[in-house]
């Protein structure tokens, strides 16, 4: 009895012989066919085993070293679309409105009076008099332009 499987457009056949060789066949498969006769012999035959197992092992480390910078970088692009997604979200729900500071250098300039005439405040009269004239025409202004 066959098995098919078809994955992503390819079909792949597992006979019954095969997974009993694969089930039945050991760990570490040792070469049958090299004939060790010296103790040379089996050095060399050892040093081109673990030759090929270190092979096994950088082709091994190679392939997840892959994957994780794949991975990253998946991440890494996933991150900048959430955060560019978050940033238009913000920018379209959260705009606060931006209220200008109408007489804004008179007001400055009284407080600095009150502060370096703090025993004297009567000669901040002058500024005082400029922020409620400022106040005034900006309050006379936005009437005029409500009524308009």
């Not at 009993?20 to 085993?49: G, I, Q, W």
């Not at 560019?84 to 400055?108: G, N």
């Amino acid at each position: 009895m066959e098995e098919d499987e078809v994955v992503e457009g390819f079909s792949l056949r597992v006979s019954e012989n095969l997974l009993r060789k694969l089930a039945s066949a050991p760990e570490d498969v040792k070469d049958s066919r090299v004939v060790v006769e010296s103790d040379r012999d089996r050095h060399l035959v050892e040093a081109v085993r673990e030759e090929e197992r270190n092979k096994r092992r950088q082709l091994l480390e190679r392939f997840r070293e892959r994957q994780q910078r794949k991975a990253r970088q998946r991440e890494e692009r996933e991150t900048a679309l959430v955060q560019a997604l978050v940033q238009d979200l913000q920018k379209s729900y959260f705009r606060p409105r931006m209220k200008t500071v109408l007489c804004e250098s008179e007001r400055k300039a009284c407080l600095e009076c009150y502060r370096e005439n703090s025993n004297d405040p009567l000669r901040c009269a002058e500024a005082v008099k400029a922020l409620s004239s400022c106040a005034r025409r900006v309050q006379l202004d936005r009437i005029s332009s409500e009524t308009q």
